[in-house]
């Protein structure tokens, strides 16, 4: 074999390395971007279900408009979890209440921006807002 064959030979080795190595990448990327956006569709529906909650009237298993006497079991009752925290194909959720707010923390499956971590993005319902709900990625 002469020697342009084998440099042929190497370069294209080289050459479908990288273009393997690029397509692993891109696959990764776009995993780990559908899984947030994934996790973000399901805060926001939850968010929908929290806020229901909260104009629901008492009298009909609502909150009843009132922010003092949310727990967070009881919003996680409401919106079907039997606890807390829930676990889906998406990810984990996790709810807790404050001051006149409900956040829910949201994990996903796949690595996020970090290396070490799932994705991850907060929402924050403000009940007494007039634009209650607030979406932050963080991870």
Known sequence: MGKQQILLIVLSVIIVGVAVAVGIQMFNTQAMNSNRQAIVGDLQTLGAQVMQYHRTPSSQGGGGSSTSAYTALTVAQYIGWGATS?????????????????????????????????????????????????????N
Do not use: C, K, M, Y
């Open 86 to 138: 829930d676990t889906t194909d998406t990810g984990v959720f996790t709810l807790s209440t404050g001051d006149g707010t409900v956040t829910i923390t949201g994990v996903g499956t796949e690595t996020g921006n970090n290396g070490t971590s799932g994705v991850a993005a907060t929402l924050t319902v403000t009940l007494a807002s007039a634009s209650p709900l607030s979406t932050s990625i963080t």
